[in-house]
């Protein structure tokens, strides 16, 4: 029989619901000074991209590459997704469209990998040659694209015991091993740590088993160390109990590592109260071995979500709790974190944009930073208008730093690719 499971879409619905039942008037958080906020580009769908679920990547010219989880010229119903680049000008440039047919991927969700020969790696969450399996999607793939826009398939999951269905993208070493995550999948269904070596053959480096303390259903991406080790976030597992998520006994989740020989060990385990609960994103690392990142909400009275530090030593420590309105709600998204120590990341919700996201006026998200001196700021508001609105991926930073992201919804209506100037 098989374990029931909660979509993506369904655990950000369910972590909105809760953020909702608990909003409430609260201090407003200041902005921070002398940003510019630009938009790049609003997604039209078929043929262009359409809602951009992945976070993008800036290389050492400036241009900006990316993935939308819809739109472009395949068959799928709004199109099967794309991977996009935009130069420092902003003309737009559809690298690639997923067809979904003859084991091509589609609806790609993830960030991308970039090598110095400018190929681009990165997941689908479905299709592959996995036919309708996984609920009829697809199982995903890895893939790779050339400078010259041809795409290989590297490795289709089967939804077995190799995974299934990768939420976010794949990290890449010296050399040229990719790894990364599925949600589902593996021995126990509870998901993956896997490696894709550069002739396409996967190993599987960790099954989650959800249980006796491990993590579980893990939608984030991971980031790799000088030494070899992978540190990542699971939205489940760890301690085992339905007070996370309502009816289902799934666990808080778990910050991890694993070793490049598949050595796993469960760094935190979330209790769900002012910890927060069921991490979604990827965590930040600095140079001493801290790692930093989200949580997302907890039950009332206690927040809307978090900021934390883990320290080397296996120190937990609050360092911001979000404060709902103004301040941003749901931080479902990862951290990203400059040369100075200064943190940067988005919520899904809050920011007091109005009701044109969702009900009960909990605002459309905020991009913030978190300064090396303890210091929260809003760098934008979302109104879900033009500039777009729910923000479920990560920041990117570049040389010059200046911010890019994408907004899930807004512009003309299939989300948004913008910037922030300091």
């Known amino acids: 029989m098989l374990r029931q499971r909660l979509s993506s879409s369904c655990s950000h619905s369910i972590s909105l619901i809760v953020s909702l039942i608990i909003l409430a008037l609260a201090p407003i958080a200041p902005l921070a000074q002398a940003q510019k906020f630009t938009v790049i580009h609003k997604f039209t769908g078929p043929p262009d991209g359409g809602f951009p679920g992945g976070g993008v990547i800036v290389d050492s010219k400036g241009n900006i590459y990316g993935t939308t989880a819809e739109g472009g010229t395949g068959s799928c119903d709004g199109g099967c997704g794309t991977v996009y680049k935009f130069s420092p000008s902003g003309k737009e440039t559809i690298l690639y469209s997923f067809t979904g047919a003859n084991g091509d991927g589609k609806y790609p969700q993830g960030e991308l990998v970039r090598d110095v020969a400018g190929n681009l790696y990165g997941t689908t969450y479905g299709g592959g040659t996995s036919g309708t399996a996984c609920d009829g999607y697809g199982c995903g793939t890895v893939f790779k694209l050339d400078p010259d826009g041809e795409e290989t398939v590297l490795y289709s999951f089967s ?216 210091k929260f700021s809003v760098l934008h508001s979302f109104t879900g208008g033009a500039d777009g609105g729910w923000l479920f991926v990560p920041l990117a930073l570049d040389s010059n730093g200046n911010l890019y992201g994408t907004a899930n919804i807004g512009g003309v209506g299939d989300g948004t690719l913008f910037k922030i100037t300091p």
């Not at 480096?205 to 893990?218: I, K, R």
């Not at 939205?235 to 007070?243: D, E, K, P």
Request: hydrophobic share 30%.
């Open 159 to 374: 939804g077995g015991v190799d995974g299934a269905t990768p939420e976010e993208g794949v990290v890449r070493d010296s050399a040229g091993n990719l790894y990364g995550m599925t949600k589902l999948g593996g021995a126990y269904d509870w998901g993956t740590v896997f490696a894709v070596d550069a002739s396409g053959t996967e190993t599987v480096l960790h099954s989650f088993d959800g249980a006796d303390g491990d993590g579980g259903d893990p939608v984030a991406g991971l980031i790799l160390d000088s030494a070899g080790m992978l540190f990542g976030t699971t939205q489940g597992g760890g301690i085992l109990n339905s007070h996370c998520i309502p009816g289902l006994e799934i666990g808080c989740g778990t910050v991890f590592q694993v070793s490049t020989a598949g050595a796993e060990s469960v760094l935190y385990k979330f209790t769900g109260y002012k910890d927060g609960n069921t991490p979604s994103g990827n965590v930040a690392r600095d140079s001493a071995g801290n790692l930093y990142g989200t949580s997302q909400p907890q039950p009332a009275p206690v927040g809307y979500g978090t900021i934390f530090e883990l320290d080397a030593a296996g120190k937990f420590t609050v360092l911001h709790t979000f404060t709902g309105g103004a301040g941003g709600a749901d931080p479902v998204a990862g951290l990203i974190r400059d040369s100075a120590g200064n943190l940067y990341g988005t919520t899904y919700q809050g920011g007091g944009g109005g009701t044109t996201c969702q009900t009960f006026d909990g605002g459309c998200g905020v991009a913030f930073e978190y300064s090396n001196t303890g």
